[in-house]
């Protein structure tokens, strides 16, 4: 891959392990060595020419040569417990324009997203007027006293 092909996909790269919630950035270095950071202490990721440029919060900037870099992983924590229960929600929408939701748990909060990720409806309760929504498609996040559950659905009318 190219260079200025390659500065893009990193970028990407970083976002999407960002976005996982991937706790450390390792940089594994053409001369077998390894630099660990974790992503809490990083303040900004920068692309400078054929750099990578890491600025932590303590203020130390670390520069790497991006032909040095033999390759980029990201790491979770380790010692969590996977969560491997099965949250059972149903959604639909009703005849009023509400989103109603089903389930055996405890509902804490039904929360809605567009499509950018901005919060457009809030209730602590298990239904939530949508009617104002436009034609979309939309992210609810439901949860529960067991965890929380994320499902699609489609506004259209």
Do not use: C, W
């Not at 919630?21 to 270095?29: C, F, M, S």
């Amino acid at each position: 891959m190219k260079k200025k092909q390659l500065l893009p996909f990193l970028a990407i790269l970083f976002s999407f392990a960002i976005a996982q919630a991937q706790d450390n950035l390792v940089i594994n270095l053409v001369d077998n060595s390894k630099v660990t950071v974790a992503f809490s202490n990083i303040q900004k990721i920068m692309f400078d020419n054929d750099n990578l440029l890491l600025k932590t919060v303590t203020g130390t900037e670390n520069s790497y040569l991006i032909d040095d870099i033999a390759s980029i992983t990201f790491l979770n924590n380790v010692g969590i417990k996977e969560f491997t229960e099965t949250i059972d929600v149903n959604i639909y929408i009703n005849s009023s324009g509400e989103i109603m939701v089903e389930t055996p748990h405890q509902i804490k909060q039904l929360t809605v997203f567009d499509l950018t990720g901005r919060q457009v409806a809030i209730t602590a309760q298990s239904k939530l007027n949508v009617n104002f929504l436009t034609t979309s498609i939309y992210i609810l996040q439901v949860v529960t006293d067991k965890g929380i559950v994320s499902k699609k659905f489609i506004k259209n009318r």
